[in-house]
């Protein structure tokens, strides 16, 4: 019924960018706060990005604000990650997940999750 698609993952260069898109079926996207998570085998899910309902309230971790830009379509029923100035260490499989509450999103919880996109940053 419910299913967030990932999209727009790929392989660049360090210093590339790439754009992920987070397509939503069977909810409405604004209604829901969204985050993105990323994770490597051998290494625990990490937080990526988050933006609430409106789309008036994001936040970002440490290790991607200024590079990553979290945003809304709501007529495409997507949210996306603009990520440039890719580096290694941002190579992962990206998951999008959505909940109606953006508290449960800042806690790391979510209703919904995505199947994955994966990035891949190398020379």
């Known amino acids: 019924q419910v299913q967030l698609v990932e999209s727009g993952g790929g392989s660049v260069d360090p210093g590339g960018s790439l754009r992920l898109s987070c397509v939503g079926s069977g909810l409405t996207m604004n209604y829901y706060a969204v985050a993105w998570f990323r994770q490597t085998p051998g290494k625990e899910r990490e937080f990526v990005s988050r933006?609430?309902?409106?789309?008036?309230?994001?936040g970002y971790s440490d290790s991607v604000k200024g590079r990553f830009t979290i945003s809304r379509d709501n007529a495409k029923n997507t949210v996306s990650l603009q990520m440039d100035v890719l580096k290694p260490e941002d190579t992962a499989d990206y998951y999008c997940?959505?909940?109606?509450?953006?508290?449960?999103?800042?806690?790391?919880?979510?209703?919904?999750w995505g199947q994955g996109t994966q990035v891949t940053v190398s020379s």
């Open positions: 933006i609430s309902g409106s789309g008036g309230i994001s």
């Open positions: 997940a959505a909940d109606r509450s953006y508290q449960h999103i800042l806690a790391g919880r979510a209703d919904y």
